[in-house]
C-alpha cells in the first residue's frame, strides 16, 4: 500500500522556471491538501480539494496553482519559481466525514529550490 | 484566527529520560488536537489525537491530554528512546474543516 506519493524527491529550479509537483494517493480519499514546510514556521497550506473537481485557497496560495485530475491526483504549479518559493513541500490526503477528527496521510515531500 | 504554539527546541535528552513538550493552542469552539511526528526524512505521520476536552490520546508510550481550560495538549513520554528522536508537530483542526493548523516543530534529540 503505497499511501500517498509524491514526484520529484528533489527539484533545483532557475527563478522564472516553471514546474509541477505531481501527488497521487491510493486509499480513496476524498481531500486532498499541499503544504509547504518552512524552518520555524511549522506547515503552512498552500492549496486544498475537498472533494474531485473543487479547489480551494489556503493559507499561502500565491505563486501557485492547482489541479485536481481525478479523485487518485492533485499537482501544483509553480507558473514562475521565485527564490522565496524554496521550501519543502509536502502532499497530504484525508477521508473528512464531518465527524469526529481530519486525520491527514502524508507524502515524504518534493525538496524544491530555486536559485 | 486558529493559532497552535509550542516551546521551540531542538530538545535534547538521555535516554530512559522523561519527556515533555508544551502546546497551547487558541481557537474557537472546540477543535480537535493532535500531535505529528517527522522523522529525518519522512513525511509527517500522525502519532495520537483527541477530539474532545478531557480526552486522552496515546500512542507507543507518547500520551497528551486535551485541556479546555488551560487550551493545551501537551506531549509526555515516560521514558525516550533513540529512535524518538524526530520532529514533533502540534496541530488542530476546528470542527472537522479542511485546514489543519500546525505549530513551529519541536526537534528532539535523544542521546544514548
Known amino acids: 500500500n503505497a499511501g500517498v506519493t509524491q514526484t520529484p524527491k528533489f527539484q533545483v529550479l532557475k527563478t522564472g522556471q516553471s514546474m509541477t509537483l505531481q501527488c497521487a494517493q491510493d486509499?480513496?480519499?476524498?481531500?486532498m491538501y499541499w503544504y509547504r514546510q518552512d524552518p520555524g514556521m511549522g506547515l503552512r497550506l498552500i492549496y486544498y480539494?475537498?472533494?474531485?473537481?473543487?479547489?480551494d485557497k489556503g493559507e499561502v496560495p500565491n505563486g501557485y496553482n492547482v489541479s485536481r485530475l481525478n479523485k487518485r491526483e492533485f499537482s501544483l504549479r509553480l507558473e514562475s519559481a521565485a527564490p522565496s518559493q524554496t521550501s519543502v513541500y509536502f502532499c497530504?490526503?484525508?477521508?473528512?466525514?464531518?465527524?469526529?477528527?481530519?486525520?491527514?496521510?502524508f507524502g515524504a515531500g518534493s525538496r524544491l529550490t530555486v536559485l | 484566527g486558529n493559532s497552535v504554539t509550542q516551546m521551540e527546541g531542538p530538545v535534547t535528552l538521555s535516554e530512559e529520560a522523561f519527556l515533555t513538550i508544551n502546546c497551547t493552542y487558541t481557537?474557537?469552539?472546540?477543535?480537535?488536537l493532535f500531535w505529528y511526528v517527522q522523522y529525518p526524512g519522512e513525511g509527517l505521520q500522525l502519532l495520537l489525537k483527541?477530539?474532545?476536552?478531557?480526552d486522552k490520546g496515546s500512542n507507543k508510550g507518547f500520551e497528551a491530554t486535551y485541556r479546555k481550560e488551560t487550551t493545551s495538549f501537551h506531549l509526555e513520554k515516560g521514558s525516550v528512546q533513540v529512535s524518538d528522536s524526530a520532529v514533533y508537530f502540534c496541530?488542530?483542526?476546528?470542527?472537522?474543516?479542511?485546514?489543519?493548523?500546525f505549530g513551529a516543530g519541536t526537534r528532539l534529540f535523544v542521546k544514548a
Open positions: 497530504a490526503s484525508s477521508e473528512l466525514t464531518g465527524f469526529g477528527a481530519n486525520v491527514l496521510t
Open positions: 486509499m480513496n480519499h476524498n481531500s
Open positions: 480539494s475537498a472533494s474531485e473537481g473543487t479547489t
Open positions: 481557537a474557537t469552539g472546540y477543535p480537535s
Open positions: 483527541a477530539t474532545k476536552a478531557d
Open positions: 496541530a488542530l483542526n476546528g470542527n472537522g474543516g479542511f485546514k489543519t493548523i
